[in-house]
């Protein structure tokens, strides 16, 4: 029994420290997977594999949710010692990815209309500025989903009837994909107009990480132990590198890091990635244009303070 206690006890620490994207991704595969599966199976099997697959994804989904429990509960705690207002005390029941996406969904569509009136994003402190996106892939990704998502909807305008005869059925799924065409262009526009002429900043105290309304962080330079150039990719560096997801945050627009910086433990730094604050971070993962401006720089800050 106690062994059984500590696997399950394993499982839901694995689960709880999973993110949420991961575990969409998961939900996504199962239903894929198991539709796929109940075409390949015999008729008599079909309607209980549908079933499955409406099940389980759900149901992978409030896992994930009870998981946090123990967290739900260390939040409505805190705001009861601050003497929070109820409607706080709901919003902590929430995953905090939830509301986190609720925020950038909200920032997305600021920008998305600060586009339209052509209004100037807000002023990047001064520095050294550190960009990442004039060798990146970011200005390619955009325009590929900009024109994946204009092409999308007279593609599926010419082949549905072709595969639906029930022209209610067509009715609906235009519908659906033409909301779906405008909510992502929203939020491409949106994060171009934020982005496209964004870039870190390093001052003499901190270095400030900004990408449009995904992340941004201020993190003194005292708190910076080392920063290293990375050739191989996350997965890769977790392996040599065991950490839980907790501690890593990857603050790039589009491309894969190249570079990780290591925080001393117990230093407060205010980073906020997809709308959450993130707390005990040790390890920021970044895409520069030149890595090395800012390592060089780091090397420089840190023989001054040892000099001085």
Not at 20 to 39: C, M, Q
Not at 44 to 72: C, H, M, N, T, Y
Not at 125 to 136: D, K
Not at 282 to 299: E, G, K, N
Request: glycine fraction near 6%; aromatic fraction near 8%; hydrophobic fraction near 50%.
């Amino acid at each position: 029994m106690k062994s059984v206690r500590e696997a399950a006890s394993h499982y839901a620490r694995q689960l709880n420290e999973a993110t949420w994207t991961s575990v969409l991704g998961y939900a996504y595969l199962l239903f894929f997977g198991i539709g796929t599966l109940r075409l390949l199976m015999p008729a008599q099997l079909s309607e209980p594999l549908r079933l499955l697959g409406l099940a389980i994804p759900p149901l992978l989904l409030i896992a994930k949710d009870l998981a946090q429990f123990p967290d739900v509960v260390v939040r409505l705690r805190r705001l009861r010692a601050e003497g929070a207002r109820w409607p706080r005390f709901m919003a902590a029941c929430l995953p905090p990815a939830l509301l986190g996406m609720a925020r950038l969904d909200r920032a997305l569509w600021s920008g998305f209309f600060r586009w339209l009136r052509r209004q100037p994003n807000p002023a990047r402190p001064a520095g050294n500025a550190l960009t990442y996106h004039q060798r990146g892939a970011y200005s390619t990704a955009v325009a590929f989903g900009l024109f994946s998502t204009l092409i999308e909807l007279p593609l599926s305008a010419a082949i549905l009837p072709l595969l639906i005869r029930d022209p209610d059925a067509v009715g609906t799924i235009h519908l659906v994909m033409a909301a779906a065409s405008i909510y992502t262009l929203v939020w491409l526009l949106g994060d171009r107009w934020m982005v496209r002429d964004d870039y870190h900043v390093l001052t003499d105290t901190h270095l400030d990480l900004h990408i449009g309304a995904r992340a941004s962080a201020r993190i003194p330079l005292d708190a910076i132990a080392d920063a290293q150039p990375l050739s191989q990719s996350l997965v890769q560096w977790r392996r040599a590198n065991p950490c839980r997801p907790a501690d890593m945050v990857s603050i790039t627009p589009f491309d894969k890091p190249n570079l990780v910086l290591r925080l001393r433990p117990g230093v407060d730094c205010a980073i906020t990635h997809h709308g959450v604050a993130r707390e005990e971070v040790r390890y920021v993962f970044l895409y520069l244009d030149r890595p090395q401006q800012l390592t060089s720089a780091l090397a420089g800050a840190s023989l001054g303070s040892r000099g001085a």
